[in-house]
């Protein structure tokens, strides 16, 4: 389990550092996203999301279990005011983050993921 916090831990700080390049690196080429606006997959939606997102990312809470996180998180975006706590669940697959989704409560997480509060490290 501490390769899937390790790899998730990475791809925070480098979508945090704008670092487009890094990751890619860590997410599959047809990592498949899902928020708010809809799902879309592949590199190319995420490199576009990396560099356009403007969003920074403090993990408050990790849940974990198998290949599945959640990441409690306070989200503050560079071009707004505030900030908001959101729920991002990952699955990760031979160290690569294949599928990322963001949810505004932790139930609709753990719905989604079949973590629950006994996953939490």
């Known amino acids: 389990m501490q390769n899937i916090i390790e790899t998730a831990d990475k791809w925070v700080e ?13 997410s599959d080429h047809n990592i498949e996203m899902i928020g708010p606006a809809g799902s879309a997959v592949g590199h190319d939606t995420l490199k576009q ?15 974990a279990k198998r290949d599945k996180v ?28 294949c599928e990322i989704a ?4 932790l139930d609709d997480a753990f719905g989604s993921s079949g973590l629950s509060e006994e996953d939490k490290i």
Not at 14 to 26: F, I, P
Not at 77 to 97: F, L, P, Q, S
């Open 14 to 26: 480098r979508v945090n550092a704008k670092d487009v390049d890094g990751v890619l690196a860590v």
């Open 49 to 63: 999301w990396v560099e356009n997102s403007h969003i920074h990312l403090v993990t408050r809470n990790r849940y």
């Open 70 to 97: 959640i990441y409690e998180q306070v989200g503050t975006w560079d071009d707004e005011r505030g900030e908001v706590v959101i729920y991002t669940y990952m699955e990760i697959k031979n160290n690569k983050v």
């Open 102 to 105: 963001r949810y505004d409560t």
